[in-house]
């Protein structure tokens, strides 16, 4: 195995001591960058670039090649590739985001839903990650991810996204039965899968629960909060190799003490939390992985720079931070405000690690 040349992002996620406070972000391989619309071009489509271990391999070192600073890759892929190999039929429609040919609406089709076999349906993902390992050379480390049951069900039962999740809320209220059925599967599924990316050699897996903060707390304590245990604590038990794990909740920054009880070794934050408050929260217990709104990266360099400073200084001193975006940066960024966002974090972080 090759010797990681940077290792500050997973220092971090252990809460070791780094020399500056280690960055990357969400959807870093995207649609803001014009070697990524080319790479989409000559692949054809979205879905062909991610079943194409080739070129994931080239969209995954795109944002290495262009900024140095950065301290860790993300597999290039989906969330939605899980139900896709679960037979629903997943497709993206022109600048409408994604869809599906089969959602589960009837109790029939619940019932008959199936874990894909990883080896067959999901090659393509794991072949990427070995591909990408190879390419990286030790760069930095390559985290793995997956949606969360919930995340994934929402997708699966609305049969599209930007809803306002009132089918998925409807069965969740009147046959709940029928909604664990979807997540106890899921769940299955998504094991084996991040099993087998650990496999293929990734560093560290983030589970990215989206739409968690669609439910109510109640709802998040039933359908969304368990299923991510049961993942972790399953990895846990069938991992020769030790990797550590990020637990997304977008918009569950009230739910922070009852993410605690998940075991994972980081949980990200969206921007609507302060990292100052959440770092209270947490304690030494966990890493924080967050939080600039990426809405700030489309403004100007001394906004971007303001904003930055100011979430280092809420953190403030010593590890267990590594410094993101709230959520996915959008497609409107100009490459050269990550530029701005990058050197910022790399200078002015120094301060408060020893
Ligand atoms: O972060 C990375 O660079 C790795 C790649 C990655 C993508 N999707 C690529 C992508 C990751 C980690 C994801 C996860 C994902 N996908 C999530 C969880 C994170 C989040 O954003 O909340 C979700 C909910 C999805 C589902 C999904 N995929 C949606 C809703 C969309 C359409 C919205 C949009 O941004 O267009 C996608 C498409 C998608 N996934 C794109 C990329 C680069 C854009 C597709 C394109 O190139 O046209």
């Known amino acids: 195995m090759t010797q990681l040349k940077n290792d500050n992002f997973l220092k971090a996620l252990h809460r070791e001591p780094t020399p500056y406070t280690p960055v990357w972000m969400m959807r870093q391989a995207g649609r803001y960058l014009p070697e990524y619309r080319a790479t989409r071009q000559k692949a054809g489509d979205f879905l062909s670039l ?38 629903l039929g997943l497709y993206f429609a022109a600048g409408e985001g ?7 609406r009837i ?41 969360s049951p919930w995340t994934l069900a929402t997708y699966m039962v609305e049969g599209q996204g930007g809803t306002d999740f009132l089918t998925i809320k409807k069965m969740a209220y009147s046959r709940p039965d029928l909604l664990h059925h979807i997540l ?5 599924a998504v094991t084996q899968y991040l099993h087998a990316q650990i496999e293929a050699g990734v560093d560290t897996i983030m589970i990215f629960d989206s739409w968690g903060g669609a439910l109510s707390h109640q709802g998040y304590l039933e359908f969304s909060l368990p299923y991510m245990k ?10 020769t190799k030790k990797i550590p794990s990020i637990m997304f909740t977008k918009g569950g920054g009230l739910w922070i003490e009852d993410q605690l009880t998940v075991g994972s070794d980081a949980l990200g934050l969206d921007w609507q939390t302060d990292i100052g408050i959440a770092r209270q929260k947490v304690g030494e ?22 904003e930055v400073k100011r979430i280092l200084d809420r953190y403030g001193k010593g590890s267990g931070h590594i410094f993101n975006l709230g959520h996915g940066i959008t ?18 972080s120094q301060q408060f690690h020893a």
């Open 230 to 239: 049961v993942i972790l604590s399953n990895l846990k038990m069938m991992n």
């Open 50 to 87: 991610c079943k194409n271990p080739n070129l994931a391999t080239e969209v995954t070192l795109q944002p290495l090649d262009r900024y140095s600073l950065l301290d860790a890759s993300i597999l290039f892929s989906d969330i939605l590739t899980v139900p896709d190999a679960m037979g």
């Open 184 to 188: 106890k599967t899921t769940t299955e």
């Open 285 to 306: 217990k966990v890493t924080l992985q967050g939080n600039l709104d990426p809405a700030i990266l489309l403004s100007k360099p001394e906004a971007i720079e303001k």
């Open 98 to 104: 994604p869809k599906f040919e089969r959602p589960l």
């Open 107 to 147: 109790e029939a089709d619940i019932q008959k839903l199936k874990i894909p076999d990883i080896d067959k349906d999901l090659k393509y993902v794991i072949d990427a990650v070995s591909q990408i390992k190879k390419a990286l050379q030790g760069r930095v480390p390559l985290i793995g991810f997956s949606g």
């Open 331 to 348: 497609e409107h960024t100009p490459p050269e405000h990550v530029d701005v966002m990058l050197n910022t974090v790399r200078e002015y």
